[in-house]
């Protein structure tokens, strides 16, 4: 190669390695961002996406914190302290309990006062058997008191911990557990309402003081963990498919009503 070529060479390596830096110069002038603003970005998400889980787990432990002390507040107030006035079924309670679930400025569902109180006095049974609750959720709380107080609850606290059970794992769990009780119990399953009792039974479940009270508040559901909306979600997702099986059964009995109407009429 002549001298002329080889210079020719080099400047036209030079204007291709000049192109390469203008042009990616220009695609930083068209994204707006520079390495090192991409690097401060990265930053900066890194710092909310952290200061987001602190505020979450924070205002989630004050939120159950807060429940855990209106529960000790009512366990003394309402129930004086009394375990078995809180597990006994007698309708009979205090006038000043039923007018405190009815009060118009009550914030939460009076039955969320009945799972306080509850937890509460469960808490009172771990302590009494020297059960270490403190690494079970709030949740998994409210789903124990479905069950009695005994060994049994004892060794599924133990199981919780052990498996690292989700709140929605101990809710299967907990269901099998209680149709084990009942059939234990009577020595077959639970027997179920007649079906004209199940239907008036069900006109609750569309009481407008009732459906008000099925919307959570977005701020609430912002302080679940994503364990436990996904837990909300599923069990939202079965009630709606158990709601369209309840649908499509009622249609059924609707159209046998018809027929039966129309073969009577017909009768006449």
């Known amino acids: 190669m002549s001298e002329t070529e080889a210079t020719d060479q080099k400047v036209e390596n030079t204007a291709t390695e000049d192109d390469q830096v203008t042009d990616t110069n220009a695609v930083q002038v068209v994204v707006g961002l520079s390495n090192k603003d991409v690097t401060a970005e990265s930053v900066e998400n890194e710092l909310v996406e952290e200061a987001i889980k ?24 309402f129930y004086d302290s009394d375990i078995e006035r809180v597990r006994s079924k007698n309708p009979k309670k205090k006038a000043s309990l039923r007018k405190l679930k009815s009060h118009h400025g009550l914030p939460v569902h009076p039955s969320t006062l009945h799972d306080m109180v509850r937890v ?12 270490d609750s403190s690494q079970l ?5 409210c789903e124990l008191v479905k069950l009695p107080d005994d060994d049994n609850k004892i060794d599924l606290v133990q199981r919780i911990i052990n498996e690292s059970m989700s709140t929605r794992q101990l809710t299967h769990v907990i269901t099998d557990k209680r149709k084990e009780l009942t059939k234990s119990k009577t020595g077959k399953p639970e ?17 407008p003081k009732i459906s008000k009270q099925l919307f959570i508040n977005p701020d609430e559901l912002k302080t679940l963990q994503p364990e436990q909306r996904n837990d909300l979600k599923g069990k939202i997702g079965e009630t709606l498919a158990k709601l369209q099986e309840v649908t499509r059964i009622f249609k059924k009995c609707l159209q046998e009503i018809k027929t039966i109407e129309t073969e009577e009429k017909r009768k006449e």
């Open 191 to 207: 027997m179920i309402s007649a079906p004209t009792q199940l239907i008036k039974d069900l006109k609750g479940l569309f009481d």
């Open 120 to 131: 509460v006095a469960q808490e009172h049974f771990f302590s009494e058997h020297d059960v």
């Open 54 to 77: 602190f505020i979450n787990e924070t205002v989630r432990e004050t939120f159950y914190k807060g429940y855990l002390e209106i529960g000790k507040y009512l366990f003394v107030k």
């Open 137 to 141: 959720t709030y949740t998994h709380k």
